[in-house]
């Protein structure tokens, strides 16, 4: 069992990038930390890389779109920890360049199984050990295309960027977000944009370093009590719907 004097966490996609960077931070500041991946190879190199830095991270395989992938998982940390503090849904995937009138419902359904579902499947899952903790969070890495008022104001970068798929599928997760803030009294529930970091999800042609990118991670998964909940937030601030 844990530490009870320790925050807990769990980030999921944490392998590399924005969510190896998230773990780093939150065990860096003192946190224990399951650094949550698909890959078992990829995952037991991260963790023990972190792990060798004297941080206390430790590795639990999880793939967001597997139902018996998730329930292990949430065994396994069970049988390490008596409670979750913070959750973050940082699991997630892009999809191909395609206009809107190109893509058809196979490209979305594909890219919603790990966006959308996936935080589901994780919450739902991970909601028993939430509320073991006096301080529950739960942090959505979302993104700023997710906001329609951004997309609608033609003097927005966001208006000019089309995907379809992928801005989509974080509108519905700052959806899914709202609901289970208002349905969680004492958790605190935020949507996280981290800007436009540089990963291999873009090709490295971000334009933040994933430490500038996680500050906003860090300060949602870090709320005390008086801190908001059921808002969408980039580091500068709230962020229209």
Known sequence: ??????????VTGAN???????????????????????????????????AGE???????????????????????????????????????????????????????????EVNVFGPVRVTHAFIPLLRESARPRIVMVSSGLASLANASDAARPESAFLAMDYASSKSALNMIMSQY?????????????PGFPATDMNHHTGVHTVT????????????????PTGGFFADAGPIPW
């Open 16 to 50: 590399k990038g924005l969510g190896r960077e998230t773990v780093r931070r939150l065990a860096g500041a003192g946190w224990q930390v399951f650094l949550a991946a698909r890959d078992r190879e990829r995952g037991t190199q991260a963790a023990g890389e972190l």
């Open 54 to 112: 004297g941080l206390d991270v430790e590795f639990v395989q999880l793939d967001v779109t597997s139902d018996d992938s998730v329930a292990a998982a949430v065994k396994e940390v069970a049988g390490r920890v008596d409670h979750l503090d913070v959750l973050v849904n940082n699991a997630g995937v892009g999809g191909p360049r395609l206009d809107p009138p190109e893509m058809d419902a196979d490209v979305l359904r594909t890219l919603y």
């Open 1 to 10: 069992m844990t530490d009870t004097a320790k925050t807990v966490a769990l």
């Open 212 to 227: 500038e990118a996680s500050d906003v991670i860090i300060r949602l998964a870090s709320l005390d009590h008086d801190g």
């Open 181 to 193: 803030a208002r349905a969680l009294p004492g958790f605190k529930v935020n949507a996280a944009d």
